[in-house]
């Protein structure tokens, strides 16, 4: 089946404009994450939706991110005024969400963003 | 917060030998660890995972074993191959991936020489 797709895969922008990246889950997945790989550097957790609603927004960068998720599927993550220090890959990760134990996390091969 | 530290951050090892890579994490309340291998411009691929309540599992050639008293897991690759070369993760948990996301070790470069 159809894994989790990211779009664009590639994005190259000059600084002070907005980007919206873009993450369509596995079907049937409720949970949906948002996480950002700098240049040697492991995975930063971002964000995490169950359904529409995003619990706890403090693990954005800064004012300038914002993530929304609408119909319990596909998300967006929006940069707006992007600085040079945004330049990373930005990835979107599904999983099932049982009443028991936790479910594993499966990644799309993400965004990635330079910022001239 | 949780911390992950993860050693070596890379890793040489001669086809058909085994490779060993190692973590630690900082939250006793930590209950889910997976491993995840990224290839060059590709994803994190969850390779294995292990609970809390288990103290070892193995899936063919790979295997984890987790120590909750000293609070460190580890990822065994045995009867190495060209195609295990790649970028190792490991990662931690208090919720499962809820509210606080998976921290992340930083990873190891797994060198398989020919």
């Known amino acids: 089946g159809a894994g989790v797709s990211q779009s664009p895969s590639n994005k190259v922008t000059e600084k002070g404009k907005d980007v919206e990246l873009r993450c369509d889950p596995i079907?049937?997945?409720?949970?949906l994450y948002w996480y950002r790989q700098s240049l040697g550097q492991g995975l930063e957790f971002l964000i995490y939706?169950?359904?529409?609603?995003?619990?706890?927004k403090s693990g954005l960068p800064s004012d300038r991110f914002s993530a929304e998720r609408t119909g319990g599927s596909v998300s967006t993550l929006t940069i707006q005024r992007t600085q040079q220090e945004d330049s990373a890959v930005y990835l979107c990760a599904s999983s099932l969400v049982r009443g028991f134990g936790n479910q594993p996390q499966h990644f799309g091969d993400g965004t990635r963003l330079s910022i001239l | 917060g949780e911390n992950v530290e993860q050693h070596p951050s890379t890793l040489s090892v001669q086809e058909g030998d085994s490779a060993v890579i190692k973590c630690t994490y900082s939250?006793?309340?930590?209950?889910?660890f997976p491993w995840y291998k990224q290839e060059l411009g590709k994803g994190p691929q969850l390779i294995i995972d292990i609970r809390s309540n288990v103290g070892e599992k193995k899936d063919q050639r790979i295997a984890v074993t987790l120590n909750k008293t000293a609070k460190h897991f580890s990822l065994h690759i045995t009867e190495t191959q060209p195609e295990d070369s790649a970028v190792y993760f490991c990662?931690?948990?208090?919720?499962?991936?809820?509210?606080?996301?998976?921290?992340f070790g930083k990873g190891t470069h797994l060198i398989i020489q020919p």
């Open positions: 939250d006793s309340a930590s209950n889910y």
């Open positions: 939706f169950q359904g529409n609603s995003a619990p706890d």
């Open positions: 990662a931690a948990s208090i919720t499962g991936g809820g509210a606080d996301g998976l921290t």
């Open positions: 079907s049937g997945h409720t949970a």
